[in-house]
């Protein structure tokens, strides 16, 4: 899942890039340093549980997580346009 992530990530960047250029500030270098570590420990951790997780419990959680993200992205986008 790991690829699919980045490949998301990336064309919503660009798309926020390209709908409002001025929507991604600059990010100081510690940052990207701390969400470079962050996929690394996520990488091993996956890699660790992959031995005793059974698939299906794995791809149950992959999908309640997709959806509370989808929620709060929901949740996020109607609380700004109702707030105006």
Avoid: C, N
């Amino acid at each position: 899942m790991q690829p699919w992530f980045v490949v998301v990530g990336l064309v919503a960047a660009a798309l926020e890039v390209r709908l409002e250029p001025g929507a991604l500030l600059p990010l100081p270098w510690t940052l990207w340093a701390g969400a470079v570590v962050a996929a690394a420990v996520g990488v091993a951790a996956g890699e660790l549980l992959v031995r005793r997780l059974p698939a299906s419990a794995a791809r149950t959680g992959l999908l309640v997580l997709s959806v509370l993200g989808a929620a709060s992205i929901t949740l996020e986008g109607l609380v700004g346009v109702l707030s105006g």
